[in-house]
């Protein structure tokens, strides 16, 4: 009988998100300060990467918006779209949004962007740079959020570094603040999860719900997210 529970919830999901267009962001993104320096952070993509490949796996139609990673394009049905900035990034999913069914925003993007861009190399020698006016980048989760349709599910990430109970409340004020459906916390306070890692430990959080999962490989976890959303579909 466990056989046979676990073959009937593997190929039941298999192919569970046939005729779904699915849109997927991914990686840092690169603000440039000068042709050689920019302000990015150390998110590498896999987490977002491993969600392409999985619901690609079970039928989808998959965009991916990729910041700048080392990270092959998925194989299958994934058309990969790489981006450098936050405003590129914005631009590529705002093209999609319209036919997507389902949207999972996983991308690090960055939170502010150098005002100018100095198109020559800044020289250690000649400029004294006492500092580098930023901009604020447009929120791309909640920018889709304002103009999510009825039927379109918006799914986005909250990285926390504090304790499990401000974590907890931060992620589910971004779930209001920016009109998601869910929100998919994982804190660097916790071994293994985060940038970088092959594993990651979330807690799934909807308006009515909180599932937490154990430490598992990102391939793992990212199945995990995809039921998630797949139950209340
Ligand atoms: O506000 P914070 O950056 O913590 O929110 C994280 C969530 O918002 C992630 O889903 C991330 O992909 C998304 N986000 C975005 N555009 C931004 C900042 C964050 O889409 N400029």
């Known amino acids: 009988e466990k056989i046979a529970a676990v073959l009937d919830a593997f190929f039941g999901r298999q192919l569970s998100l046939k005729g779904k267009k699915v849109l997927v962001t991914a990686g840092p993104t690169y603000e ?3 042709p050689v320096r ?3 952070n150390f998110s590498t993509g896999k987490m977002g990467y491993a969600i392409a490949a999985e619901a690609a796996r079970r039928g989808a139609d998959v965009t991916l918006v990729s910041g700048p990673t080392d990270l092959p394009d998925p194989a299958g049905s994934v058309n990969t779209v ?9 631009a590529a999913c705002e093209s999609v949004f319209a036919q997507t069914d389902i949207a999972v925003m996983s991308a690090a993007v960055a939170d502010y962007a150098p005002k100018h861009f100095v198109d020559r190399k800044i020289k250690r020698e000649h400029d004294s740079v006492d500092s580098i006016e930023l901009v604020k980048n447009p929120d791309i989760a909640a920018t889709l959020g304002a103009c999510k349709r009825a039927g379109q599910l918006l799914v986005g990430f909250a990285l926390e570094t504090g304790a499990t109970a ?3 409340a931060n992620a589910r004020e971004k ?6 459906d869910m929100i998919v916390l994982n804190t660097l306070a916790d071994k293994g999860a985060g940038f970088g890692t092959d594993t990651n430990k979330v807690t799934v959080i909807g308006r009515d719900f909180a599932e937490a999962f154990q430490l598992k490989s990102k391939a793992e976890v990212a199945s995990d997210i995809l039921d998630c959303i797949t139950d209340r579909l």
């Open 38 to 40: 920019f302000i990015g």
């Open 166 to 168: 401000d974590a907890e």
């Open 175 to 180: 779930l209001d603040r920016k009109n998601l």
């Open 32 to 34: 440039r300060i000068d």
């Open 82 to 90: 790489r981006v450098e900035i936050a405003r590129q990034m914005l």
